[in-house]
């Protein structure tokens, strides 16, 4: 395993983030951690410039976990792995790496001077709100400090234990911007069990949109992936959208599938085993790259947008407010929804 000259996601050389005198490997022998190797390090830096060619709308990163066992066939960060010689498929569900010293680092880095107080974004490269962060706790000293420095940050996160630091992100709220957004693709339960098999239920995930909404702080949803072939029919898309209406969410946003190098691998690895007579379609469909063809991306982005107006979900901060009486559709998770909720108009 190669730990000298590491460095942010973007998998430069130099500086190193930490030596290899700095590793603790550790293992628990729990249910919920059977298989995982933890990877403990104190890392000399947190908060990572995200490189210029890159299509995210912000500059600045913190993740405090390399690795997640989230396990989704799709993820584009399976590639971060290889940084280390670490496997991008088994390994990355198994190989986790915690950088302990998270928040006191972002602490100093808040405090100097040189910081201008830009915004931060987390769950951008993995989940800092996996199984993981139940035990290591790093996310409470993260908001803190984010909190106690008025540091506007946005969370990205498919993990339910956000909930467990509402109070912080309800304090942090109150001095600065905060922004949360939930990923759901998709409320097909057997696509979920298949692609998303270490993730929160869709249903538990729009809990917690439901649970931010009801405590005043605004949440979007990231409809991403929606998985060409497998989750985009048009009865699929409106199920979604509507049971992320019905939770309440103050937006959302779809993303088609795209397959970098190292989840491109392993998802089409996926896909021969499980639904061989699409790997054909898929090579053609993604022949060009990473991305679905443009033509693909704007068709699903119109459907899901015509979705949205219908069932009155709209951009965050929107004034006007009607109320949805939830239907029961076929999927699971919007049955499972109860009463009135209350959504933004576009």
């Given at each position: 395993m190669r730990w000298e000259n590491l460095t942010p996601e973007s998998g430069q050389t130099d500086p190193a983030l930490f030596g290899a005198d700095s590793v603790t490997?550790?293992?628990?022998?729990?249910?919920?951690?059977?298989?995982?190797?933890?990877?403990?390090?104190?890392?000399?830096?947190?908060?990572?410039?995200?490189?210029?060619?890159?299509?995210?709308?912000?500059?600045?990163?913190?993740?405090?976990?390399?690795?997640?066992?989230?396990?989704?066939?799709?993820?584009?960060?399976?590639?971060?792995?290889?940084?280390?010689?670490?496997?991008?498929?088994?390994?990355?569900?198994?190989?986790?790496?915690?950088?302990?010293?998270?928040?006191?680092?972002?602490?100093?880095?808040?405090?100097?001077?040189?910081?201008?107080?830009?915004?931060?974004?987390?769950?951008?490269?993995?989940?800092?709100?996996?199984?993981?962060?139940?035990?290591?706790?790093?996310?409470?000293?993260i908001?803190?400090?984010?909190?106690?420095?008025?540091?506007?940050?946005?969370?990205?996160?498919?993990?339910?234990?956000?909930?467990r630091d509402l109070e912080l992100l309800e304090q942090a709220a109150e001095v600065t911007d905060v922004g949360v957004n939930v990923s759901v693709g998709f409320v097909d339960r057997e696509l979920w069990r298949t692609v998303e098999p270490g993730t929160p239920a869709p249903e538990r995930r729009l809990d917690v949109v439901r649970t931010l909404a009801e405590h005043g702080i605004?949440?979007?949803?990231?409809?991403?992936?929606?998985?060409?072939?497998?989750?985009?029919?048009?009865?699929?898309?409106?199920?979604?959208?509507?049971?992320?209406?019905?939770?309440?969410?103050?937006?959302?946003t779809p993303l088609v599938l795209h397959l970098r190098p190292g989840a491109r691998e392993w998802y089409m690895a996926w896909l021969a085993e499980h639904h061989p007579g699409l790997v054909g379609r898929y090579e053609r469909m993604y022949a060009g790259g990473a991305y679905a063809p443009t033509w693909y991306q704007r068709q699903i982005t119109r459907q899901v947008h015509e979705l949205a107006r219908e069932y009155g979900i709209g951009p965050e901060g929107g004034a006007a407010r009607r109320r949805v009486r939830p239907a029961r559709p076929a999927t699971e998770a919007a049955a499972d929804a109860e009463g009135p909720v209350q959504l933004s108009l576009l």
């Open positions: 490997t550790r293992t628990f022998d729990t249910p919920e951690f059977r298989g995982v190797t933890f990877h403990e390090i104190r890392a000399r830096s947190i908060v990572n410039r995200v490189p210029g060619a890159s299509r995210m709308p912000f500059e600045w990163t913190v993740n405090p976990y390399r690795g997640c066992t989230h396990a989704c066939v799709y993820c584009f960060a399976r590639k971060t792995h290889s940084y280390l010689d670490l496997d991008t498929g088994l390994g990355f569900d198994s190989q986790i790496v915690v950088k302990l010293n998270a928040p006191e680092l972002l602490h100093a880095k808040l405090a100097s001077r040189a910081w201008q107080g830009e915004h931060i974004a987390m769950g951008t490269n993995v989940d800092c709100y996996q199984r993981a962060e139940g035990r290591y706790r790093l996310m409470p000293g908001i803190a400090a984010l909190r106690d420095h008025a540091n506007p940050f946005s969370i990205l996160t498919k993990g339910t234990l956000i909930l605004d949440c979007g949803v990231l409809m991403a992936p929606v998985i060409p072939f497998l989750g985009d029919r048009p009865d699929q898309l409106r199920a979604t959208v509507r049971a992320v209406a019905e939770a309440g969410a103050s937006s959302v």
